[in-house]
């Protein structure tokens, strides 16, 4: 069977985890544990760099099915975030104008 790399999925990773860390606020009951992901897989790719896995290895399967799921959560989580801040500036925007509605009042 062929020879696959692991690092170029573990950079998709790191970098997924990397923009919702950015993402999150600091006081968020999630970020530490993004964090540490984060830094874990970071890890993890520089042990892997340049060194093969036979890609019928099960557990190689398993880790390909596993990032390519994760990834994908990640990213939705990252789309949440921003329809979440785009809520926040657009409800930031009305209250700015109902306020200068307000001063207009008689």
């Not at 170029?8 to 923009?19: A, R």
């Not at 897989?41 to 896995?53: T, V």
Request: glycine share 4%; no cysteine; net charge neutral.
């Amino acid at each position: 069977m062929p020879n696959a790399a692991i690092d170029s999925q573990l950079v998709k990773l790191v970098n997924s985890l990397g923009e919702l860390r950015i993402a999150l606020l600091v006081s968020d009951p999630n970020y530490d544990t993004i964090e540490k992901q984060y830094r874990d897989a970071s890890d993890r790719l520089s042990e892997a760099i340049g060194k093969e896995i036979d890609s019928a290895d099960q557990d190689y399967q398993d880790f390909s099915e596993g990032v390519t799921a994760a990834i994908v959560a990640l990213k939705e989580a990252r789309k949440k975030l921003e329809k979440v801040a785009k809520a926040v500036k657009l409800a930031a925007k009305a209250l700015d104008i109902a306020g200068k509605v307000a001063k207009k009042l008689v």
